[in-house]
């Protein structure tokens, strides 16, 4: 794998820091262990309206990112088809958004 965003992202997977799929993210997200939510961009709108309001419920100010890459995108990464992730580690949530924002001009 050559693209750096989705090679960081195996390495949050493989240090545990990273939950992958619907429930375990929201559930990342109510306990408050998630530091960034990622959206692929093949995520239904119902799927992202939903995280999109999660990550600001309740006075919460969780950074979300919507990525141009698929959710068969993110299995060839992190080993799991998913369309929402959530970095559940300060340190592995800055440099990953610091990556995306690197790669697409966009935070």
Same mark, same amino acid.
Not at 3 to 8: A, E, G, N
Not at 29 to 45: E, F, Q, R, V, W
């Given at each position: =794998?050559? %693209? ?9 997977? +493989? ?7 619907? %429930? ?6 109510? $306990?408050?262990? @998630? +530091? ?5 961009? &093949?995520?239904? %709108? ?11 419920? $309740? ?8 990525? %141009?890459?698929?959710? &068969? &995108? =993110? +299995? +060839? ?9 959530? @970095? &559940?580690?300060?340190?592995? @949530? ?12 966009? $935070?």
């Amino acid at each position: =794998m050559n %693209d750096r965003f989705l090679s960081f992202l195996g390495i949050c997977r +493989k240090a545990h820091r990273l939950s992958l799929g619907h %429930d375990a993210c929201l559930g990342s997200i109510i $306990n408050g262990n @998630a +530091k960034l939510c990622i959206l692929t961009s &093949d995520a239904s %709108d119902r799927l992202k309206k939903e995280f999109i309001k999660a990550c600001g419920y $309740n006075g919460r100010e969780l950074k979300y990112i919507e990525t %141009d890459y698929t959710s &068969d &995108d =993110m +299995k +060839k990464a992190v080993g799991m088809r998913a369309a929402v992730l959530t @970095a &559940d580690d300060e340190g592995f @949530a800055k440099k990953t958004a610091e990556l995306h924002e690197e790669m697409t001009g966009r $935070n």
